[in-house]
């Protein structure tokens, strides 16, 4: 499987800014995907990064909230905007295995508190 | 509705014993079914996939499959201090290939 690495792994910020996730992986992937997971809840899917086009977000979620950049194929960076305490979560980046199955694999994560 | 369900738990097991983790789908149609474990702190890691009816055997792990039941299970055998984690179910349902997950079921296994 593909070696993923998120940045920053943890912050702590104040309420009304905005923070930048990275995800990078080691080989290139077609798509990428964020999700959300919220103390002691499930993966919640944001979105589906695609490079070279829009990402295609879920119920609930919306590009003004969550803009998502996917310059090439290893990279993606996902931008949580005007931040609140209910955005306190753990969000993880994750791609698709190489089986024609779906399986998929998550990067460390990246911990975020909003004070 | 797509759902995944799982029981919350926590379930509890001595050190040694089998540990058996349930999960239920919603759509009869779906294909792939696949086990995380999430420790603590940690993001989920993919421990076991399934996509036939029957049993898959991996070491300690046995991944079970009913798709006329709907219903997908995980046995851990010889159960460790360990292997004390969340275990998330995850099924790709409704034709997507983007799996939905349940919330997981945290085992303690203790000694």
């Known amino acids: 499987s593909a070696v993923i690495s998120q940045k920053p792994s943890r912050d702590i910020c104040q309420r009304g800014t905005s923070l930048t996730i990275q995800c990078q992986v080691d080989?290139?992937?077609?798509?990428m995907f964020w999700y959300r997971q919220q103390p002691g809840q499930s993966l919640t899917l944001i979105a589906t990064?695609?490079?070279?086009?829009?990402?295609?977000?879920e119920s609930g979620f919306v590009i003004d909230k969550f803009p998502i950049s996917r310059p090439n194929l290893t990279f993606s960076t996902l931008t949580v905007s005007n931040m609140s305490p209910e955005d306190s979560s753990i969000y993880l980046c994750?791609?698709?295995?190489?089986?024609?199955?779906?399986?998929?694999?998550f990067g460390p994560g990246t911990r975020l508190t909003v004070l | 509705q797509k759902e995944v369900e799982q029981n919350s738990g926590p379930l509890s097991v001595p050190e040694g014993a089998i540990a058996s983790l349930n999960c239920t789908y919603s759509?009869?149609?779906?294909?792939?079914f696949f086990w995380y474990r999430q420790y603590s702190g940690k993001s989920p890691e993919l421990i076991m996939s399934?996509?036939?009816?029957g049993d898959k055997e991996d070491g300690r792990f046995t991944a079970q499959l009913n798709k006329a039941s709907q219903y997908v299970s995980l046995l851990i055998r010889d159960s460790q201090p360990s292997d004390s984690a969340t275990y998330l179910c995850?099924?790709?349902?409704?034709?997507?290939?983007?799996?939905?997950f349940g919330r997981g079921t945290s085992l303690i296994v203790h000694p």
């Open positions: 080989s290139q992937v077609t798509m």
């Open positions: 399934i996509y036939s009816n």
């Open positions: 990064a695609n490079q070279g086009s829009e990402a295609t977000y």
């Open positions: 994750s791609v698709e295995g190489r089986s024609s199955y779906n399986e998929q694999f």
């Open positions: 995850a099924v790709n349902m409704g034709g997507s290939y983007i799996p939905t």
């Open positions: 759509d009869r149609g779906s294909q792939s």
